[in-house]
C-alpha cells in the first residue's frame, strides 16, 4: 500500500490492496474449479454405452454434460482473469482492472462453477436409470415329471405360482423337482 506524506492510505494503495486479495481468492478458485472440470470429464469418460434411460433422457444428459462443460471453461476463464491478470500485450503494460470489476468477474466465476457442478450432477443421474423389470420366465418341473412354464407369480405360501399360456398353475413345494430360468417358454 501506498503512504501519503502524512502516512494516511491513498485510494490507490487500498484499491491494489483489494486487487492483491480478490487476486489470492481466485487462486483458491481457480484450484476448485480445476477439480469441478476433471470431475466432469470423469463424469463423460464413465457413461455407458448400454444404458436403459430412453434415448431422449440420454441425449439430454449429453446436452446437460456439454452445457456443463462450457459453464466450468467460462468460470475457469472469467476467475482467471482475476488470479492472473495480464495487460494487452499491444497497448504495453496498463493498469490493473478496477477491484469493483475483478469482484464481479470472480462472483460471475463462482456462481458459473456452481451451474457446472449442479448440470453434470444432473447429467449424471440419468445413468441411474432404473433397469426394466425382468420377464424371466422359470421352468417348473414336478416330482410326478409334469412341467410348466412362464413367469414366476405371488401365490399361496409353501407354493409355487407359475403364469403359464393357459393360466395361473398353482404347485406345492413339496411336488417340485426342479426350478430353472429360461429365456423363453417353448
Do not use: K
Not at 476448485?32 to 444404458?51: E, K, P, Y
Not at 491478470?85 to 460471475?108: E, K, T
Request: charged share 10%; with cysteine.
Amino acid at each position: 500500500m501506498e503512504p501519503n506524506e502524512a502516512g494516511a492510505v491513498t485510494p490507490a494503495g487500498r484499491a491494489a490492496g483489494r486487487l492483491a486479495e480478490l487476486s489470492a481468492s481466485a487462486r483458491g478458485w481457480h484450484t476448485i474449479q480445476m477439480a469441478v472440470l476433471g470431475f466432469i470429464g470423469i463424469c463423460g469418460v464413465l457413461r455407458t454405452a448400454d444404458s436403459p434411460a430412453p434415448r431422449a433422457v440420454q441425449w439430454l444428459a449429453a446436452a446437460l454434460a456439454v452445457a456443463a462443460l462450457a459453464a466450468a471453461s467460462l468460470a475457469i476463464f472469467n476467475v482467471g482473469r482475476v488470479a492472473y491478470p495480464i495487460s494487452d500485450a499491444a497497448d504495453g503494460p496498463g493498469p490493473l482492472p478496477p477491484a469493483g470489476q475483478a469482484a464481479a468477474r470472480l462472483r460471475a466465476g463462482i456462481r458459473l462453477t456452481v451451474v457446472a457442478v449442479i448440470l453434470a450432477v444432473i447429467a449424471a443421474l440419468s445413468g441411474w436409470w432404473p433397469s426394466p423389470s425382468s420377464t424371466a420366465a422359470v421352468a417348473v418341473t414336478g416330482t410326478n415329471g409334469q412341467a410348466w412354464c412362464g413367469p414366476l407369480v405371488t401365490g399361496p405360501v409353501d407354493a409355487i405360482s407359475v403364469r403359464t399360456s393357459n393360466g395361473v398353475v398353482t404347485v406345492p413345494t413339496q411336488a417340485v423337482a426342479q426350478i430353472r430360468t429360461v429365456a423363453q417358454c417353448p
